[in-house]
T-cell receptor, first 112, second 112 residues
Framework: QKEVEQNSGPLSVPEGAIASLNCTYSDRGSQSFFWYRQYSGKSPELIMFIYSNGDKEDGRFTAQLNKASQYVSLLIRDSQPSDSATYLCAVENTGTASKLTFGTGTRLQVTL | DTGVSQNPRHKITKRGQNVTFRCDPISEHNRLYWYRQTLGQGPEFLTYFQNEAQLEKSRLLSDRFSAERPKGSFSTLEIQRTEQGDSAMYLC??????????FGDGTRLSIL
């Protein structure tokens, strides 16, 4: 079992719709969770992070965390063509390094 | 805050050659990370520095790989006797303690 799992997609949503991206993780001790956006050929860009159970909203983005179910999600409201990218879920492992373990990413396509 | 800077952006070399990459973290960030990303995968952790101390290395980091962070500022990642399988994007990230990691633009390595 992979430590962080994401559906590779592509997830196709029409412009203006809500895109829902999901991620599950295996390490119950994980404490911090991140969503990075990565355009083709570019490096990951941090868009959201969440530490506590519940929802965290920032503009059109909402991150949701359920530690009991080991589940993290990202909602993108009013999806725009510029949101088309790969979204990487990352989990910060316990321990001193605070290294990130990434999923393989979900490719999102926002269609006109 | 000028962001994480990586050089070179691209490196093409013949198999068996040595290569060195440089990363300049965001100023005042005491934590520096190296990751490697191949096509269709999420970034994989390689190594981590807190100030000048290298505190953790992944099993992915073979003896051909070495990283340094003299004086706790910039870092270098050297690969000796490069192999075809070393072709990847090498990403550097930096952070403050308990803060999210921010990535540089990466160095894309191609082995001929």
């Amino acid at each position: 079992q992979k430590e962080v799992e994401q559906n590779s997609g592509p997830l196709s949503v029409p412009e203006g719709a809500i895109a829902s991206l999901n991620c599950t993780y295996s390490d119950r001790g994980s404490q911090s969770f991140f969503w990075y956006r990565q355009y083709s050929g570019k490096s990951p860009e941090l868009i959201m992070f969440i530490y506590s159970n519940g929802d965290k909203e920032d503009g059109r983005f909402t991150a949701q965390l359920n530690k009991a179910s080991q589940y993290v999600s990202l909602l993108i409201r009013d999806s725009q063509p510029s949101d088309s990218a790969t979204y990487l879920c990352a989990v910060e492992n316990t321990g001193t390094a605070s290294k990130l373990t990434f999923g393989t990413g979900t490719r999102l396509q926002v269609t006109l | 805050d000028t962001g994480v800077s990586q050089n070179p952006r691209h490196k093409i070399t013949k198999r068996g050659q040595n290569v060195t990459f440089r990363c300049d973290p965001i100023s005042e960030h005491n934590r520096l990370y190296w990751y490697r990303q191949t096509l269709g995968q999420g970034p994989e952790f390689l190594t981590y520095f807190q100030n000048e101390a290298q505190l953790e290395k992944s099993r992915l980091l073979s003896d051909r790989f070495s990283a340094e962070r003299p004086k706790g500022s910039f870092s270098t990642l050297e690969i000796q006797r490069t192999e075809q399988g070393d072709s990847a994007m090498y990403l550097c990230a930096s952070s403050l303690q308990r803060q999210p990691q921010h990535f540089g633009d990466g160095t894309r390595l191609s082995i001929l």
